[in-house]
């Protein structure tokens, strides 16, 4: 009978048991569940208790108001779980002027967005949706409609969005001044057309890596903004190098344009940008390696406001360019010639000696220059180089650093590979200048190779024949 009593009791524990456990199953992970209920407060407003506490009877509307302005996305959801009362301050239109969306991407879906809309109203002045790839057209449409007042726009990542939403943008988004479509694959030189017909105040446009946009496209943005003045093509294939070609003459608002990987440009390109662009201040050409002396020689002439120039890559400048670039560029504040393996002391002693605002110069894989053109670096710009990057300089020796001791703006050299830059000549130099930094790295030297031997033990190069 006892034995019976037993199994029972062991039966209802287990049954007790596997009912607790079935319900922990059924329970989110913590983390899951508080993302998910910023989400919720996003998208609709929550029941929460009346609070009379003091600061609520005391604080007028308005300075409770002004607090809740200065926090962001995360904070004003937090607080919306308070009390009724700061549930009405932390969703008011007033707070949601500006909106990130990008700790919670893969979260925000079409009803998100919707919602958020509707909340913010013409309040909304700047938002991003950085990488928020579950967003498409139908939201965005519910979005743009009922926030007319946006200036500053982020869809970076989002491939779902196509000429349809830049459609909308452009119908009813007239204020827009900042826009980022860096990798918005789908669009093409219709959103391009759209943008350009309604949003004429548009200063800043990233289409980066959106490979169906042709040169078109790119013309009448510029025709059409005629306050552009930062243009990022960086990886556009589908550009050839006439693309500025036909609007040369309306480029004169342009101060950035990179058009990194853009392998298409040529001279042709670098002439229309000179004589077009000429008030230009930075440009970045890196892997557009067709182009030539011919480019910076159209630099030197035309632009002479430029401040920095990246051309990463470009393996056939050489000195006669940068001779003449130096000569008109004198305002030149950062350059970086990476791989650039034609350029030789002649190119550094012409950066020094012309271009008194120097401070950052990469110079990594230039295996022509030695401790000569470094040492007249270092003594003309004493008090304004940076960054100094010599990765792979195999001419360069403990001297470099000796020169470079005395360069008291000086805060980065990096020194990847000088195999000739011995370690205890960078001990010394991080003895006397403790507060730079000295990034290098040693590859092992490669060993001789052993003569090889046969199994008699002679060495084979030893055998006579």
Wanted: charged residues 20%; aromatic residues 4%.
């Amino acid at each position: 009978m006892e034995t019976a009593e037993r199994r029972s009791a062991a039966a209802a524990a287990n049954s007790r048991r596997a009912k607790r456990l079935a319900q922990q199953a059924h329970k989110t992970h913590p983390v899951i569940q508080a993302k998910q209920n910023q989400m919720y407060l996003i998208t609709s407003r929550s029941q929460v208790q009346v609070d009379n506490s003091l600061i609520n009877r005391v604080l007028p509307k308005e300075v409770l108001l002004k607090v809740f302005s200065f926090l962001d996305t995360k904070a004003l959801c937090r607080s919306a779980q308070v009390c009724r009362s700061w549930n009405v301050l932390a969703l008011d239109g007033s707070n949601w002027q500006r909106v990130d969306l990008f700790t919670f991407q893969r979260d925000v879906k079409t009803s998100v967005v919707e919602n958020l809309a509707r909340r913010c109203g013409g309040f909304l002045k700047e938002l991003s949706l950085k990488g928020c790839e579950n967003v498409h057209d139908s939201a965005l449409r519910t979005f743009t409609s009922r926030c007319p007042n946006l200036e500053h726009l982020s869809l970076y990542r989002c491939k779902r969005v196509t000429d349809a939403s830049c459609e909308n943008l452009g119908r009813y988004c007239h204020k827009l001044k900042y826009l980022n479509l860096e990798n918005c694959s789908s669009i093409t030189d219709r959103a391009l057309r759209y943008i350009g017909d309604g949003c004429p105040s548009l200063t800043y446009l990233n289409i980066s890596w959106c490979d169906a946009v042709q040169d078109r496209g790119v013309q009448v943005i510029i025709t059409s903004c005629v306050s552009l003045d930062t243009l990022i093509l960086r990886g556009c294939e589908g550009l050839t190098e006439n693309v500025f070609g036909p609007v040369e003459t309306q480029m004169s608002s342009l101060k950035k344009l990179n058009m990194l990987q853009c392998f298409q440009v040529t001279d042709t390109t670098v002439r229309n940008i000179a004589n077009g662009a000429k008030l230009i201040e930075y440009l970045c050409l890196s892997n557009c390696n067709q182009i030539t002396d011919r480019s910076l020689i159209a630099l030197g002439v035309n632009s002479e406001h430029l401040k920095a120039l990246e051309l990463s890559g470009c393996i056939l400048l050489g000195d006669n360019g940068f001779i003449q670039l130096a000569k008109g560029c004198k305002h030149l504040e950062r350059l970086d010639i990476e791989d650039c393996s034609l350029v030789s002391d002649i190119t550094i002693n012409s950066l020094a000696n012309k271009c008194d605002a120097l401070h950052e110069l990469s110079l990594s894989h230039c295996e022509l220059i030695t401790d000569e053109s470094i040492q007249n670096l270092a003594t003309k710009h004493r008090d304004t180089l940076n960054v100094l990057e010599l990765d792979n300089c195999p001419q360069l020796t403990d001297a470099t650093l000796s020169n470079l001791r005395h360069c008291r703006a000086l805060k980065r050299i990096d020194l990847y590979d000088c195999q000739n830059v011995s370690k205890e000549a960078i001990v010394r130099f991080q003895h006397q200048r403790a507060n730079i930094e000295i990034h290098a790295y040693f590859a092992p030297v490669t060993p001789p190779v052993d003569p090889v031997v046969n199994r008699g033990g002679i060495c084979r190069c030893c055998v006579i024949l």
